[in-house]
């Protein structure tokens, strides 16, 4: 498959209705962590529904009024983007894709529509990645820079329009 472009995708709102999506696609962001892929699959499941139970609570509290949309190409659902407005920062509080479309320039794609969005209204842009995330390479690339680590093992990034 070609390298989509941002005509290729789309952001709609989530609703009640994608909630059996967005619980594959949690599980899709963990499906190579050590040592959950060795579980039995009850188990695992059992877990990683837990897990997303406890984050999407979180999300809710502390990101309250947060952006929720699903990434669509075409008419297909295939990611998640969660984005917070605080004063002049756009936090990414979330951005997950399906495994199989991962490495395929989407992320790129929605993270640069997010960047120039934010440069438009003046704003800049954070998002927190775990220490190791491959992705880390794409945010350095597109400009995000580390602001400081947050223990234990993730680092707030930062993007700032150049002046």
Known sequence: MPRPSAADWS?????????????????????????????????????????????TTHYAQAYAGAERSIVMLGKRPIGRLIVHLNGNDRRIVDISILSEFRGRGLGESILRQTLATAEAAGQSVSLHVIEGNPAFRLYTRLGFTILRKVPPDRLLLEWRAAS
């Open 11 to 55: 952001l709609r709102r989530i609703t009640a209705a994608d909630e059996a999506f967005l619980r594959a696609l949690y599980a899709s962001t963990r499906e190579d962590e050590e040592p959950i892929k060795h579980w039995p699959k009850p188990h695992r499941d059992h877990f990683l529904a837990q897990q997303y139970a406890a984050q």
